[in-house]
Structures are given as structure tokens and as C-alpha cells.
């Protein structure tokens, strides 16, 4: 196992810095302190060719900009304090109405526009025969975007000689509060030549929560089967999205088994480069996005990231948990510690 520290610039906060990881199979992951931004990912094809298979950008430096800023797209980021929606930017706490930022009228998301993703974490490098990463750590002050409590984030990314990118969270409070964390990486097996619909989806998941016109669950959980949303078979997303209302996928899927425990969510492949991704994680649900907010304004070298180009697999809690009694509980009580584990498993077809 490699790793390679190196300054990218300076921020309000701190030194920016990126870590290159690589491990015997050749794939290479890059991680920023500034936001825990996964900013590259590469892996080998069928036919032995090392490319992207994540959106972001090469120098870590770009996600500081205005103009990436004020559009942000998440891309790589760890997503916090609570990923996904809130409703109305409110929720009501040991007695106490907590009002949040509306940064996706009429709701909150994602933590505000100052939350995890736009953070410099103090980064710790670690590496031993068989894996290697970087520790992140951070502390959110009380009241940091409306949320009570000063929570202590540590996020740990480890590649392993398993071609596997392991990512732990663990978090503690001084205050009860609500919390839930992800990471919005932007996936594309066929190093972004084009966009990832004929990529073939299967789900270990049989429900999902539908939602409102606004993104907010009703809170019902509802049988996927027959829906747009069926992938119990492998099937590519160009054939569902279609049937999609708006732009395409940004649904919340519940994963069969019990939360808690590390299990299979969902299976991806590209069948033209033979690139899979495997997705496990102990949350009790992930977002399935499709970019589908992208527009070019962005991208890689001559490699514009376009709608569609990318898929998401946010492990998470479900969306507006803190005002849906019947969902699994997002509150972290004074004193107790959150937990998750989320591992991405790369590969090729046989």
C-alpha cells in the first residue's frame, strides 16, 4: 500500500492538502481535508485501462470557488450534519422548535450551505501492509446552521488490498441532537465518456419512501415492486428513468435486512468497460441520485459532467427522520456516539 500527502493551497481555515492512496490492484483514491471530498477515484477496465470512475476535480482548489459554491453539487463530500431533507427547515427537540437554514426552498439540505462539505478537517495519514487512508476529524459548534450541540465528527477512509474503499463515521455530542452523515460521490464505470444510464442497477431492497412535490417523504414505506423504482432484477437505469417523475432518480430506498449490520444495498456494472461497484453499508437506507441537476458547468480536464453522468449510492437515514415518528431515529443522545460503516467494493465482471 501507498500513500502520498501534498499541500494543495490555503483556505480561511487551514492548509488544504490531498492524499493519493493506491493499493496492489493499481486503483488509486485521492482525498481533501477541505469538505473529506473524494476527488478522484481510478480504477482498471476488462481490459486492464486505470480511469475515473467518480466526478470532481484534480486540484482540490476548485471546490473553493464562487461559482462551484453557489451551484454545489456535493461532488464527493461528506454531507452533514443531516444529509438529505428536513422538512420546512424545522424540527422539535426535548420541547424545543430548532430552526434550520432553507437552503432547498422550502426545506433544508444537507447541513446548509456551511455545513461538513465546506469544512478544512484536521487529516491524520495512516498505512500498514494491506490498507492505508486518512483519518478526518472536526468538531461542529453548537447551533452550527440551527443544530444544538457541539458534535465531534471523525470520518475514516481506508483502501484496502480487497479493492475495497471503506468509509467509517462516528460522531459525539454535548446536547441531544439529530445527525446523519453520507457521502456524495458521483460514480461512472465508463470514466465519464457518457452518461451512466445504460449502467445495469440491482437493489437488496424491496420498499422505499415516497414523497411529496417538495422531496419530503410522506411517510409512508411503500413495495418497490413493479415501480419505476423495481431493480430487484438487474436492470439499466436508462430502461426506469424514463417512468420517473422530474429529472430522474433521487429516491430513498429501505435495505432488507437488519440496521446495523453491514449488508449488500446495491450492485452496479457497465458492461462496455466490465467495471462493478458493490455497495454495503450498516444505514438503514440510501438515496439513489442521478445527477440530474448537472449541466456541463463543470468538469475534468476536456470531460464536462453533463445530467446523467453520474450516480450516487448515499447511505443514510431516511430523509425528514427528525419529524417522522414511524422511521428509524436519527437522534444522537448527549454523551452516546453514532456510528456507520459504508464500504464501496470494486471490480470486474467474470
Known amino acids: 500500500m501507498k500513500i502520498k500527502q501534498s499541500k494543495a493551497g490555503d483556505a480561511p481555515a487551514g492548509e488544504i492538502n490531498l492524499f493519493e492512496i493506491e493499493n496492489k490492484f493499481g486503483t488509486t ?44 453539487p456535493y461532488l464527493g463530500a461528506v454531507v452533514g450534519r443531516y444529509a438529505n431533507r428536513i422538512k420546512e427547515g424545522k424540527f422539535t427537540l426535548n420541547g424545543k422548535t430548532y430552526e434550520l437554514c432553507i437552503n432547498n ?61 471503506v468509509i467509517d463515521y462516528h460522531a459525539t455530542t454535548d446536547k441531544d441532537t439529530h445527525i446523519n452523515l453520507t457521502n456524495h460521490s458521483y460514480f461512472t464505470l465508463n470514466g465519464c ?61 429501505v435495505i432488507n435486512g437488519i440496521i446495523g449490520d453491514l449488508r449488500p444495498a446495491a450492485r452496479v456494472w457497465d458492461e462496455k468497460s466490465g467495471r ?22 463543470f468538469g475534468r480536464g476536456n470531460k464536462k459532467f453533463q445530467q446523467h453522468y453520474g450516480f450516487c449510492l448515499e447511505a443514510q437515514h431516511y430523509p425528514d427522520s427528525p419529524n417522522q415518528p414511524n422511521f428509524p431515529s436519527t ?8 456510528e456507520q460503516t459504508t464500504i464501496y467494493r470494486f471490480g470486474i465482471l467474470d
Not at 44 to 65: A, H, S, T, W
Not at 143 to 160: A, S
Not at 331 to 338: C, M, V, W
Request: overall charge negative; proline content about 6%.
Open 29 to 72: 483514491v485521492n482525498i481533501t481535508n477541505y469538505g473529506g471530498i473524494i476527488t478522484s477515484i481510478q480504477t482498471r477496465d476488462k481490459q486492464g485501462n486505470k480511469d475515473e470512475i467518480v466526478l470532481g476535480f484534480d486540484n482540490p482548489m476548485e471546490y473553493l470557488k464562487d461559482d462551484y459554491i453557489s451551484n454545489c
Open 331 to 338: 437522534l444522537l443522545k448527549a454523551g452516546k456516539t453514532y
Open 105 to 165: 426552498a422550502p426545506n433544508h439540505l444537507h447541513g446548509g450551505p456551511n455545513g461538513l462539505h465546506q469544512k478544512t478537517w484536521k487529516a491524520e495519514p495512516f498505512h500498514s501492509e494491506d490498507r492505508a487512508g486518512v483519518k478526518l476529524t472536526i468538531t461542529s459548534p453548537d447551533m452550527e446552521e440551527g443544530f444544538p450541540g457541539n458534535l465531534k465528527v471523525e470520518v475514516i477512509y481506508t483502501l484496502t488490498n480487497q479493492n475495497e474503499l
Open 193 to 253: 465518456n457518457e452518461d451512466v444510464l445504460a449502467h445495469q442497477l440491482v437493489v437488496y431492497a424491496d420498499h422505499f419512501t415516497p414523497k411529496d412535490e417538495t422531496d419530503i417523504p410522506t411517510g409512508d414505506i411503500v413495495c418497490i415492486k413493479d415501480s419505476p423504482l423495481d431493480f430487484m432484477t438487474p436492470t439499466p437505469l436508462g430502461d426506469r428513468i424514463k417512468d420517473v417523475a422530474g429529472r430522474g432518480f433521487d429516491h430513498n430506498y
Open 276 to 297: 462493478t461497484l458493490d455497495f454495503f453499508t450498516t444505514e438503514p437506507g440510501f438515496q439513489l441520485y442521478t445527477a440530474n441537476y448537472l449541466d456541463g458547468s
